[in-house]
């Protein structure tokens, strides 16, 4: 159940990545992010509502608040610096940089949850975070300038970190957690937008992928939080890092873009570890 969860986790997030990515390309991308982070909110809100989940322990230990609030600000951060990093550098570059994020929340469950994991499914692992890296692409023919680079490091820890919050906080409520998270990049792009006052351009026609998009990226957010309660933390993570996977392939075949021989290697190394951990 925990693989699965994780699995269509990546399958969201990297839909949602596609279409952000598509919409980017025509507004600004921190409006994009600003205005998907709301919606995603507001759908967090009305599944508490349904639910109940606000009767979750919000703070203590094991409390979902502070976990919560620290990984919407680690991962906005993380998309902060990833912006700035493409605005300055080569996709090929920055995006498998990124990408190492998961390293981190892989380390966590290592060393401070205790997840012990078999040979087998050790190159498993190992066999889909390579892939993952791979499928993003890296191109180092032209060098690796320094900014760029910089940038993309900081996005991978803050991404990691994020991850290791989310983990940490849906113990108590993975739906409050996520809930919290949205509230607290609610609060960055209201400061945003009171800063700029205005949304981009973004207007009624682009309602209802911004929906998909926000909706998308929560329950993202929320299924790799349950998949962590579920399983062992560390093949969720590794599972729910596989999401470049999923924008690529899309990318590919709806856009068209071409692969690079590495990113075929890549694919398969994922699919690989993904079948190995699953069969064993």
């Known amino acids: 159940m925990a693989s699965f969860l994780a699995l269509l986790s990546s399958g969201l997030w990297g839909s ?21 982070q709301a919606i995603g909110f507001l759908t967090g809100v009305l599944l508490v ?15 979902y608040f502070y976990a919560g609030a620290l990984a919407g600000l680690a991962g906005y951060a993380g998309l902060i ?10 996709m090929g570059v920055v ?16 060393v401070i949850k205790g997840d012990q994991l078999s040979t087998i499914i050790t190159i498993g692992v190992a066999a889909a975070l390579i892939g993952g890296f ?4 890296p191109e180092v023919s032209q060098g690796l300038p320094l900014k760029p680079v910089l940038l993309a490091l900081s996005a991978a820890t803050f991404f990691g970190l ?31 937008f009171a800063r700029f006052r205005h949304l981009g351009g973004l207007g009624k026609s682009e309602l209802p992928i911004l929906i998909f998009i926000g909706v998308a990226d929560f329950l993202a957010n929320f299924l790799l939080g349950v998949a962590t309660t579920k399983g062992l933390v560390s093949i969720a993570m590794v599972f729910g890092s596989l999401f ?11 856009l068209h873009e071409r692969l690079h021989k590495v990113q075929y290697v890549g694919i398969a190394a994922a699919l690989g570890g993904v079948i190995l951990i699953a069969a064993f």
């Open 49 to 63: 509502i349904l639910t109940g989940a606000w009767r979750a322990q919000a703070f203590g230990e094991g409390g």
């Open 162 to 192: 994020a991850l290791v919050f989310m983990a940490i906080g849906s113990q108590s409520s993975a739906l409050m957690t996520m809930t919290m998270m949205r509230t607290t990049t609610l609060v960055i792009g209201l400061v945003i």
């Open 134 to 137: 791979l499928a993003s692409g």
């Open 244 to 254: 470049p996977v999923v924008t690529i392939l899309l990318a590919y075949k709806f």
């Open 16 to 36: 949602a990545d596609y279409h952000a990515g598509k919409l980017s390309k025509k507004f600004p991308a921190i409006a994009v992010l600003a205005t998907s």
């Open 81 to 90: 610096s990833l912006y700035a990093a493409l605005s300055t550098g080569r």
């Open 95 to 110: 995006s498998p940089i990124s990408s190492l994020g998961s390293l981190i929340p892989l380390g966590y469950a290592i």
